[in-house]
């Protein structure tokens, strides 16, 4: 999962493309600031992060074992979602309810480490009512990660982290027994998070520096960590998404929950979300993660050879414009951009392509946070559309980059070389298929991840590669059939 950090990445080299198929239309949408925080500046190896144990929920979400085996010390009114990375923990009733594990297990091993580490979870919001803007919140201080227990007095201990009531900040927080009442608040940062929109939190703290990572970029640093709880605070193990008592909840799902030793560094962090990021756009049921994620593909544009992904996707034409045409088709830009916000929370982003050739359809991409080389960031296709045509793209994030892929597709296997580097990330000009012999454009088609050959996401027992080879539907279960011999060939000897 972890993987070696690519060393180059600073701004100011975001405009040097080699690939010939990406034009740099791009429009810059919100504050440069906030799109570029928590660029990688390297990484250490991946044997030096050792997960203490890590929850997935994904093969026992009936007792809750841990990923290493260990079992919960107590737990009640839980739930369980296909929601997320199609295996989510539940934590949202209207009675107490809580996940208890142990700190310290009978056989020596650790599974939290309160003193000096990384914390680093997936998030959405439950009963939210909504965004903080028009909801409220969890209603309550809702613990999303606690050991101890907080008192007036400061009496017992306490390490957590949580949000507030209106759901509009993220904290971290810690308490000694040292009966003074005192709080030490390391860190805050402002949130505004979406019903069912998953979100990736890590924190690293340690007795130089803590630090919280919102969906990968840092969102604030903190002062170093003062106290944190003792040993008799300890024996109470620590909770997922409530407090000890179950009544202060996230009200909200969980997934892949993993806690380390040692605070990790900024690219590994980066790494980690977008690696597992796509396994949640991976899931049809994240309709809510969709909405900035890629666009249907419909046959509105006939192409003159084979292209897999098509049409006007989430591109909303407004009319036509005077068209300002190139000798060069690969020769195209955007211009005339407006944003303008909606009741709804979003931004609709209006613009004109401009230059090319006539007959041409030219792809749009977005994304929220840029890299360097461009190729390194998380982009996503809205659409496709003509020279001399104005769109409307609606548009969730408050921050957005948008650039055009042209029509070229060096190795013929109907994925643009734009589409092949920007999304798919694979190399436009070698191998059409993988190793099982399916042709990546297949897995594009399907709004699947290339490398998803042995994954199964629509859960009826064949993996990606096998739907291909029978013809059938990889996002659609089709069920399944077994066959028996007879019963006097039952057996081999």
């Known amino acids: 999962m972890i993987a070696t950090a690519i060393a180059d990445r600073f701004i100011r080299n975001i405009f040097r493309v080699t690939a010939r198929a990406l034009v740099v239309a791009g429009f810059l949408f919100g504050c440069i600031s906030g799109m570029t925080q928590g660029l990688p500046t390297g990484t250490n190896s991946a044997p030096a ?59 020596g091993s650790t599974n939290f480490s309160p003193s000096a580490g990384t914390v680093m979870f997936w998030f959405a ?54 009966l003074s009442g005192y709080v ?101 049921l994240n309709t809510v993660m969709e909405t900035f994620f890629s666009a249907s593909s419909s046959p509105d544009f006939t192409a003159t050879t084979y292209s897999a992904i098509t049409g006007a996707g989430n591109l909303q034409w407004v009319g036509s414009v ?67 045509n104005t769109y409307t793209l609606p548009i969730t994030s408050h921050n957005a980059f948008l650039i055009l892929g042209t029509p070229q597709d060096s190795n013929g296997d109907g994925v643009t070389d734009a589409f092949s580097r920007l999304v798919a990330n694979i190399d436009p000009n070698t191998a059409q298929s993988d190793a099982y012999g399916v042709p990546y454009a297949w897995y594009v088609q399907n709004g699947l991840n290339v490398l998803s050959a042995l994954l199964d996401p629509d859960q009826d027992g064949l993996a990606n590669y096998q739907e291909y080879l029978y013809g059938t539907r990889p996002q659609v279960s089709e069920g399944f059939a077994v066959w028996t011999t007879t019963v006097s060939y039952s057996s081999i000897p």
Not at 73 to 92: H, I, K
Not at 190 to 205: D, G, Q, V
Request: hydrophobic letters at 35%.
């Open 49 to 107: 992060y050792t997960p203490l144990d890590s929850w997935s929920f994904y093969y026992d979400h009936t007792n809750w074992t841990s990923d290493l085996g260990y079992t919960p010390v107590s737990f009640t009114n839980l739930a369980f979602s296909q929601l997320g990375n199609f295996a989510s923990l539940v934590v949202d009733t209207n009675v107490p309810a809580w996940l208890q594990y142990h700190v310290y297990e009978n056989d």
């Open 125 to 178: 919001p439950g009963s939210w009512s909504g965004t903080n803007a028009g909801g409220t919140g969890p209603g309550e201080y809702g613990r999303l990660f606690e050991a101890g227990a907080f008192t007036t007095n400061s009496s017992l201990g306490w390490w957590s982290i949580y949000v507030d009531p209106a759901g509009a900040n993220l904290y971290f927080s810690t308490q000694t027994n040292d």
């Open 184 to 284: 030490y608040t390391y860190l805050a940062a402002p949130i505004s998070w979406t019903t069912n929109y998953f979100h990736f939190i890590a924190l690293t703290y340690s007795a130089t520096n803590t630090a919280l990572y919102l969906d990968g970029v840092l969102a604030t640093n903190g002062t170093p960590l003062a106290v944190y709880p003792g040993p008799n605070a300890l024996t109470n193990g620590f909770f997922i998404g409530s407090d000890s008592s179950g009544v202060y909840q996230a009200h909200g799902l969980f997934n892949s929950i993993t806690t380390y030793n040692v605070p990790m560094d900024a690219g590994t962090i980066q790494q980690i979300f977008q690696s597992d990021y796509i396994y949640y756009m991976m899931n049809p």
């Open 322 to 388: 005077t068209p300002i045409y190139e000798a060069n088709a690969n020769q195209v830009w955007i211009t005339n951009v407006t944003a303008t916000a909606t009741n709804g929370g979003t931004e609709n982003v209006t613009f004109t392509i401009q230059g090319g050739q006539p007959g041409y359809y030219y792809d749009v991409f977005a994304t929220g946070a840029l890299e360097s080389p461009l190729a390194n960031a998380l982009w996503f296709w809205m659409g496709q559309g003509n020279s001399g």
